[in-house]
């Protein structure tokens, strides 16, 4: 099975721009759907991005809609985040996760694989 592991995270500016990566020891499409999410400090996990690995199609939270763009790429057995103009309250751990369902679940306990975190500071 695929086990995840982010990277990319780090310390910017608001209005800055920073990619997250997430890998996958196999093919992404073993996983119907694969997930970013994020939790700041005293919050729930939150959903911000999914991506339907079998059809191509990606969904986005309100929150970040326009700014942040999840991709996959099965050549390099890699999914990313691109993240755009940033605010602080993008500040959190952001997390890759997969599951078995094409639905794309919100909750995280629809999610069997999940990456260690990697840390997203924007600073005013």
């Known amino acids: 099975q695929v086990q995840l592991a982010e990277s990319g995270g780090g310390s910017v500016q608001a209005g800055g721009s920073l990619r997250l990566s997430c890998a996958a020891s196999?093919?992404?499409?073993?996983?119907?759907?694969m997930a970013w999410f994020r939790q700041a400090p005293g919050k729930e996990r939150e959903a911000v991005a999914f991506?339907?690995?079998?059809?191509?199609?990606?969904f986005y939270a309100d929150s970040v809609q326009g700014r942040f763009t999840i991709a996959q790429d099965n050549t390099k057995n890699t999914v990313s985040l691109q993240m755009n103009s940033l605010k602080p309250d993008d500040t959190a751990m952001y997390y890759c996760?997969?599951?078995?369902?094409?639905?794309?679940?919100?909750?995280?306990?629809?999610?069997?694989?999940w990456g260690q975190g990697t840390q997203v500071t924007v600073s005013s």
């Open positions: 996760a997969a599951s078995p369902s094409a639905l794309c679940p919100s909750r995280v306990d629809g999610y069997n694989l």
């Open positions: 196999g093919y992404i499409a073993r996983s119907a759907c």
């Open positions: 991506i339907y690995t079998r059809s191509g199609g990606a």
